[in-house]
């Protein structure tokens, strides 16, 4: 069964430059990548992604850490892979939350660590399961990002939008 997961390459795995070799060990799931992009992570956004932890001591800290404040890099570069049984192939790929349990051929086994401080910098985010999936798709993207039909959309008119443009 087709199924899309969002893959969040965190700051870590950015200031440390793993993109490529994360998407290069993602491409082993033979999925396809149906939205991609760069995002500053705003704290409503972080918190909105993290609610499931909000009762957490360490909480204000991986806010703090997908915002990218702990790695002096402000974004995240967020991706939905799609196709037959996307979840499970890129988690597993992923390796376990915890870098120090994920096996050692994992992207988290390989890449991640935890601080001093125990934030788990595991350098990727992957969906848990399908109804996590289309929550975190629709926070991070718009329909029109995403060049697959996922979910029912509607088209609304805007008014008064405001945008920006690019300077003549």
Sequence with gaps: MNQAALILIKPDGLK?????NILTRLSETKLEIV????????KPLAEEHYRHLKDKPFFPEIIKYLQGELHDRKKVMALVYWG????????????????????????RGSYGRITTGGIYENVIH???????????IKLWFSPDEII???????EVIEKEHKASAWAQ
Excluded: H, Q, W
């Design 16 to 20: 440390k430059s793993l993109t490529g």
């Design 35 to 42: 939205a991609a992009k760069m995002v500053r992570v705003s």
């Design 84 to 107: 037959k049984d996307a979840i499970k192939k890129c988690r597993e790929l992923a390796g376990a939350t915890n870098p120090e349990e994920a096996d050692p051929t994992s992207i």
């Design 126 to 136: 992957v969906s848990s399961d399908e109804k996590d999936a289309e929550r975190e």
């Design 148 to 154: 697959v039909d996922l979910y029912p959309a509607r």
